[in-house]
Nanobody
Framework: QVRLVEYGGGSVQAGGSLTLSCTASIAAIFTHGSHCLGWFRQAPRKEREGVASVYIDSGGTTYADSVRGRFTISQDNAKKTLYLQMNSLAPEDTAMYYC????????????????????WGQGTQVTVSS
Protein backbone atom coordinates (compact mmCIF):
# COMPACT_ATOMS: atom_id res chain seq x y z
CA GLN A 1 0.00 0.00 0.00
CA VAL A 2 1.37 3.38 -0.99
CA ARG A 3 1.01 6.25 1.45
CA LEU A 4 1.53 9.81 0.31
CA VAL A 5 1.97 12.71 2.71
CA GLU A 6 1.89 16.35 1.61
CA TYR A 7 3.68 19.22 3.34
CA GLY A 8 4.20 22.89 2.80
CA GLY A 9 0.79 24.46 2.53
CA GLY A 10 0.05 27.75 4.18
CA SER A 11 -1.16 31.29 3.72
CA VAL A 12 0.53 33.74 1.40
CA GLN A 13 -0.26 37.06 -0.20
CA ALA A 14 -0.95 37.36 -3.90
CA GLY A 15 2.26 37.37 -5.87
CA GLY A 16 4.02 35.21 -3.32
CA SER A 17 5.46 31.73 -3.58
CA LEU A 18 5.10 28.38 -1.83
CA THR A 19 6.68 25.00 -2.33
CA LEU A 20 4.67 21.88 -1.63
CA SER A 21 6.28 18.53 -0.92
CA CYS A 22 4.85 15.03 -1.12
CA THR A 23 6.73 12.10 0.34
CA ALA A 24 5.90 8.51 -0.57
CA SER A 25 6.02 5.65 1.93
CA ILE A 26 7.78 3.34 -0.50
CA ALA A 27 10.72 4.07 -2.76
CA ALA A 28 9.37 1.94 -5.58
CA ILE A 29 7.11 4.76 -6.69
CA PHE A 30 10.23 6.65 -7.69
CA THR A 31 12.61 3.85 -8.57
CA HIS A 32 10.79 0.84 -9.98
CA GLY A 33 8.25 0.37 -12.69
CA SER A 34 6.43 3.13 -14.44
CA HIS A 35 4.59 5.64 -12.36
CA CYS A 36 2.96 8.98 -12.84
CA LEU A 37 2.73 11.40 -9.96
CA GLY A 38 0.58 14.47 -9.97
CA TRP A 39 -0.61 17.46 -8.03
CA PHE A 40 -4.29 18.19 -7.89
CA ARG A 41 -6.35 20.83 -6.13
CA GLN A 42 -9.89 21.34 -4.97
CA ALA A 43 -11.36 24.69 -4.12
CA PRO A 44 -14.56 25.02 -2.06
CA ARG A 45 -17.64 24.09 -4.08
CA LYS A 46 -15.54 23.09 -7.05
CA GLU A 47 -14.47 19.77 -8.50
CA ARG A 48 -10.97 18.48 -7.97
CA GLU A 49 -8.74 19.38 -10.90
CA GLY A 50 -5.32 18.38 -12.15
CA VAL A 51 -2.55 20.93 -11.77
CA ALA A 52 0.65 19.21 -12.85
CA SER A 53 2.01 15.73 -13.36
CA VAL A 54 5.30 14.02 -14.03
CA TYR A 55 6.11 10.67 -15.61
CA ILE A 56 8.75 9.36 -13.25
CA ASP A 57 10.64 7.26 -15.78
CA SER A 58 11.34 10.11 -18.21
CA GLY A 59 10.69 13.21 -16.13
CA GLY A 60 8.18 14.37 -18.70
CA THR A 61 5.75 16.92 -17.27
CA THR A 62 2.25 18.17 -17.98
CA TYR A 63 0.66 21.36 -16.66
CA ALA A 64 -2.82 22.76 -16.56
CA ASP A 65 -3.16 25.92 -18.61
CA SER A 66 -4.05 27.89 -15.50
CA VAL A 67 -0.67 27.25 -13.87
CA ARG A 68 1.72 26.81 -16.78
CA GLY A 69 4.63 29.20 -16.43
CA ARG A 70 3.96 29.78 -12.73
CA PHE A 71 4.14 26.29 -11.20
CA THR A 72 6.92 23.74 -11.55
CA ILE A 73 6.66 20.07 -10.67
CA SER A 74 9.82 18.18 -9.83
CA GLN A 75 10.98 15.02 -8.13
CA ASP A 76 13.83 13.83 -5.93
CA ASN A 77 13.96 10.08 -6.37
CA ALA A 78 16.48 9.57 -3.56
CA LYS A 79 14.20 11.35 -1.12
CA LYS A 80 11.03 9.71 -2.48
CA THR A 81 9.62 13.21 -2.74
CA LEU A 82 7.58 15.13 -5.26
CA TYR A 83 7.57 18.93 -5.24
CA LEU A 84 5.38 21.69 -6.56
CA GLN A 85 7.02 25.09 -6.72
CA MET A 86 4.29 27.72 -6.96
CA ASN A 87 5.16 31.27 -7.96
CA SER A 88 3.07 34.34 -8.69
CA LEU A 89 0.25 32.93 -6.62
CA ALA A 90 -3.19 34.43 -7.05
CA PRO A 91 -6.36 34.20 -4.93
CA GLU A 92 -7.82 31.75 -7.45
CA ASP A 93 -5.05 29.32 -6.53
CA THR A 94 -6.59 28.94 -3.08
CA ALA A 95 -7.49 25.28 -2.62
CA MET A 96 -6.64 22.05 -0.90
CA TYR A 97 -3.72 20.56 -2.79
CA TYR A 98 -3.29 16.82 -3.11
CA CYS A 99 -0.58 14.64 -4.53
CA UNK A 100 -1.48 11.38 -6.21
CA UNK A 101 0.20 8.46 -7.91
CA UNK A 102 -0.66 5.76 -10.39
CA UNK A 103 1.11 2.86 -12.00
CA UNK A 104 1.19 2.94 -15.78
CA UNK A 105 2.34 0.67 -18.56
CA UNK A 106 4.27 3.20 -20.59
CA UNK A 107 4.00 6.93 -20.68
CA UNK A 108 1.48 8.84 -18.64
CA UNK A 109 -1.95 8.78 -20.30
CA UNK A 110 -4.54 11.26 -19.04
CA UNK A 111 -1.91 12.85 -16.79
CA UNK A 112 -4.29 15.34 -15.18
CA UNK A 113 -7.35 13.14 -14.93
CA UNK A 114 -8.47 12.76 -11.32
CA UNK A 115 -10.18 9.43 -11.90
CA UNK A 116 -7.05 7.82 -13.29
CA UNK A 117 -5.02 8.04 -10.07
CA UNK A 118 -4.97 5.28 -7.49
CA UNK A 119 -3.12 6.63 -4.47
CA TRP A 120 -3.87 9.93 -2.79
CA GLY A 121 -2.48 11.99 0.04
CA GLN A 122 -4.59 13.72 2.63
CA GLY A 123 -4.03 17.19 1.19
CA THR A 124 -2.47 20.44 2.32
CA GLN A 125 -4.27 23.78 2.31
CA VAL A 126 -3.01 26.73 0.30
CA THR A 127 -4.65 30.10 0.89
CA VAL A 128 -3.75 33.14 -1.18
CA SER A 129 -5.01 36.51 -0.04
CA SER A 130 -5.35 39.58 -2.22
Amino acid sequence: QVRLVEYGGGSVQAGGSLTLSCTASIAAIFTHGSHCLGWFRQAPRKEREGVASVYIDSGGTTYADSVRGRFTISQDNAKKTLYLQMNSLAPEDTAMYYCAAKTVGWGCPSPLSVSEYTYWGQGTQVTVSS
